[in-house]
């Protein structure tokens, strides 16, 4: 499955309440943007993919708020209703991790249980898979149609699907891998020929953040098919990369990417 071209205007987006630090906290909207993919699955008429929603959603009467990436599903399936989106029944979902943030917004960081994000995109979507990011906390849930994953693949609709958790760091922190453990997870579903690679922790590029040594991974691997690898923790400007070898790297930090034929 390999990226035509990503519209840089916002079909839609999302609005929510960021902490901004020192107790202050910020109004911020998630922009949603349409690509196009030279093929799917028969099954799929799209895939969504999503990450770093350290937000909550903008309050709408007397009720708690919940995490941004609650809010993002149901806003999905309201765009299918009205037309603008594929039927969530015939959607599935990448999420690349870091969705939670601390209830009062009183400072940014903390790290939670993201479970109710997971389970709002599997009571609604065909699937969803992905990856925790260093700030997620998520009670293991044997459920059909939901995949996290870490150093394992799973056939979805025929698409592989592969994926590679946390970061690169001390072990005994919070979804951190010393660096030879998580390179080689990424290395070895690089081997399964994935389809699609899902990491938190991504590659950098030229004058972009991200792991040196992951890039040296994806670059290195000499691949018949390359993966579109889907990341996030730090963000891009631009949505897409090409790297050397034919990878493709989709940045999904603070963006939400609808993947649909082109």
Known sequence: ??????????????????????????????????????????ALDAIVA???????????????????????AERLVDLAERGDLPPPGRTG?????????????????GAGDVGSVWSA?????RWVAGVLGNHDVLTP????????????????????????????????????????????????????EVDVLVLHEGPDGDGLRGSPDVR???????????PLVVCGHTWWPVPLVDLAGGVQ???VDARVVVLQRG
């Open 141 to 192: 849930r044997d459920r059909v149609g939901v995949h996290v994953l870490d150093g394992a693949a799973r056939a979805l609709d025929g698409l592989r699907v592969g994926g590679v958790a946390g970061i690169i760091g001390n072990p005994a922190r919070l979804n951190r891998q010393d660096a030879a453990t998580f390179l080689g997870k990424v290395e070895a579903l690089l081997l399964e």
């Open 93 to 109: 979902v990448l999420l690349a991790g870091d969705l939670y943030t601390v209830p009062d917004l009183k400072r940014r960081g």
């Open 216 to 226: 040296a991974t994806l670059e290195g691997a000499a691949l018949w098919s390359p």
């Open 1 to 42: 499955m390999r990226i035509l071209s990503v519209d840089p205007i916002p079909f839609d987006a999302l609005p929510a309440l960021n902490a901004a630090g020192r107790g202050r906290i910020e109004a911020i909207t998630y922009p949603l943007h349409r690509a196009a993919v030279d093929r799917l699955p028969d």
């Open 50 to 72: 999503a990450a770093d929603l350290q937000a909550l959603e903008v309050p709408s009467g007397p009720y708690p708020q919940r995490l941004a990436g609650v809010a993002l």
């Open 121 to 125: 995109f599997a009571g609604r979507f």
């Open 249 to 251: 790297v989709l940045k």
